[in-house]
């Protein structure tokens, strides 16, 4: 029997194949994943070094077969949070030792599940994915963001552009620093720098710190005029009424044209009756159809013929009959706007709003994140919630029903003026189909694209104009990977090709660096606020550490460079 570490992986979809990838490109244990038989899934685990093991998951018989007893961690990942749930306290009933990684959705839970559990992470893929596309969707230059402290911290992230972009050209690193806000963590592909270098604007910058910052760094667009947004409001006006005029029922053209031609002839036929020039008849007309009836014309005083007795009486009840039904059109078209108002399709005035397709799991908690950096925010949704049109109605957002990959649809968003578009729908296909023709509208528009297939992704980042795509498995693995080790891991990120891993750590009484080489200190959380760290000596007790550590050290020479390798245990500890 082996001696290493057991680490059992309990799911059966990509996301499961994902996290046996990474735990197999490290070394010092080893890993079996657990899910019902499938020869399929057998064949791709034992392609990664996996052992399989084909046994109904929820079952205690299943999780002594594979060895729980003797296992340092299990991480049950199923898109099935009650399932994971269980398997997971199943296995602590078996091992009270071992340590536990489950993946829920519900994020309040997962919180408490933390709390209550002993050596516990629960991870909410939703939120994990969510906060790199709210950053990016602020920032092209964004890479990766986490929420720091998680659950409740404010939306962190790193940015790589050159400093003209961050417009930090011809001033020094620490005075880039205090003009963006952020940390700035490489220059040029070098961790190790002067703060007194100064720098050109071709130079390459990483920088790490709040988004509102790195959103707020970009060179400013030059604005408009108020006289060019009066004329390009008053455009839009004109072609919103041409639409609407365009759309009228045609009943209500025929009862209005009917009217017309009743009113003109009554008009004459009093006139000519009653002995009236045109503008009294008009005046009497006017006032009988709409049943005002002041008394000042009538055919009794004016004398008119006995026919005028019969005509007035009936030109009052076909003006009754003809105001019930404008009086009936106008409130339909008012509860018509009303709804278009709130949720329907309508043409938006709107400037450097962000433009949300697609509202499921990753497109709520992104427009969570956006609405909280104060962001004017549009969605696209073809089925919307009750949340979301709660919060179009409280003016929170601005909510489309529609299709995103109708043309039509985009037309609406104003995309020329919008800062990006993130399409978050559950279709691979969906979401580059909206990215494409946003892109065909607004040429210089930010896109960002959810992907689930990560091969995909790759691939439409290299073969489109695409700012960014993500897939949320690629983004979620390896943080889940780590935490089968490493507690405090929050993710993963690459630049300046060497891979880092990103910790939160909270210090205690004696504060203390991580036990690593190379750790670069990015922030601490420390009495409810998020301060720059340049050197751990800076650390007070019970700060919130988050720092990365570049991974090289921990692998073997000319060996695969991958997630993580036998670093210390105490590497990321919360």
């Known amino acids: 029997m082996s001696q290493l570490p057991l680490i059992i992986v309990v799911g059966g979809d990509e996301l499961a194949l994902r996290v046996c990838e990474e735990l197999c490109s490290t070394q010092g244990h080893d890993v079996v994943l657990l899910w019902v038989a499938n020869s399929d899934l057998a064949a791709r685990a034992k392609g990664f070094g996996a052992a399989f093991v084909g046994l109904p998951p929820n079952d205690y018989e299943s999780l002594r077969t594979v060895g729980v007893m003797h296992a340092t961690s299990i991480m049950p990942v199923s898109d099935d949070d009650r399932l994971n749930l269980q398997v997971a306290l199943k296995a602590r009933d078996l091992n009270p ?6 993946r829920q959705f519900n994020r309040t839970l997962a919180r408490k599940l933390e709390q209550n559990l002993p050596d516990c992470s629960a991870i909410s893929l939703s939120s994990h994915a969510a906060a790199t596309f709210a950053g990016t969707a602020v920032d092209p230059g964004c890479f990766f963001a986490l929420q720091f402290p998680d659950f409740d911290g404010e939306l962190v992230g790193f940015s790589e552009r050159l400093a003209a972009d961050f417009r930090c050209t011809g001033i020094t690193v620490a005075e880039a620093e205090r003009r963006i806000g952020a ?3 490489s220059v040029n592909g070098k961790t190790e720098f002067s703060m007194q270098q100064v720098l050109d604007g071709g130079d390459r910058l990483v920088a790490f710190g709040p988004m509102t910052a790195l959103r707020d760094a970009w060179p400013r667009k030059k604005s408009e005029s108020g006289q060019q947004r009066f004329s390009g409001m008053m455009r839009t006006d004109r072609r919103d009424l041409w639409r609407a005029l365009k759309h009228i029922e045609p009943i209500l053209v025929k009862i209005a044209f009917a009217a017309a031609l009743v009113f003109v002839a009554s008009v004459l036929y009093f006139a000519w009756s009653l002995k009236l020039n045109l503008l009294d008849a008009f005046y009497f007309v006017a006032t009988t159809m709409s049943t005002t009836g002041y008394g000042d014309i009538s055919p009794k005083v004016s004398g008119g013929p006995a026919h005028t007795y019969l005509a007035a009486p009936l030109l009052m009840i076909v003006g009754l009959a003809l105001s019930g039904v404008f009086i009936a059109a106008i409130t339909a078209a008012l509860n018509r706007a009303q709804l278009r108002a709130l949720r329907g399709l309508r043409r938006l005035d709107v400037r450097e709003h962000i433009v949300v397709c697609g509202s499921g799991n990753v497109g709520i908690r992104v427009i969570e994140f956006l609405l909280k950096m ?6 696209v949704e073809q089925n919307p919630d009750n949340l979301l049109i709660e919060r179009a109605r409280d003016r929170q957002i601005d909510l489309l029903t529609g299709d995103a990959t109708n043309d039509t649809t985009l037309n609406f968003c ?4 919008a800062r990006s578009l993130v399409a978050l729908t559950e279709s691979d296909t969906a979401n580059l189909e909206v990215g494409l023709g946003a892109r065909a509208k607004a040429p210089g528009l930010g ?3 959810r992907v689930m297939d990560e091969a995909f992704a790759h691939s439409i980042g290299r073969q489109f104009q695409i700012t960014r795509s993500f897939s949320t498995v690629e983004l979620t693995a390896p943080a889940i990977a780590g935490l089968s ?10 630049f300046d090709n060497e891979d880092y891993n990103v910790g939160e750590r909270l210090q205690g009484a004696i504060p ?6 190379f750790c670069i200190p990015l922030y601490v959380w420390r009495e409810g606020t998020l301060l720059a760290l340049h050197d751990f000596a800076e650390m007070k007790p019970y700060d919130r550490l988050l720092f990365i550590v570049p991974l090289s050290q921990f692998r073997e020479p000319g060996g695969p460079k991958n997630f993580l390798h036998s670093a210390p245990s105490e590497l990321a500890t919360t």
Not at 97 to 102: G, L, M, P
Not at 485 to 494: E, K, L, M, Q, Y
Not at 512 to 517: G, L
């Open 447 to 449: 896109v960002v694209l």
């Open 485 to 494: 080790r490493f507690p405090g891991t929050r993710g993963r990120i690459a």
């Open 374 to 379: 104060r962001q004017h925010v549009v969605v």
């Open 414 to 417: 104003n995309l020329n003026y």
């Open 512 to 517: 203390a660096p991580p036990p690593a080489n």
């Open 97 to 102: 030792k071992i340590r536990v990684v489950v």
């Open 183 to 185: 940390r700035i963590i």
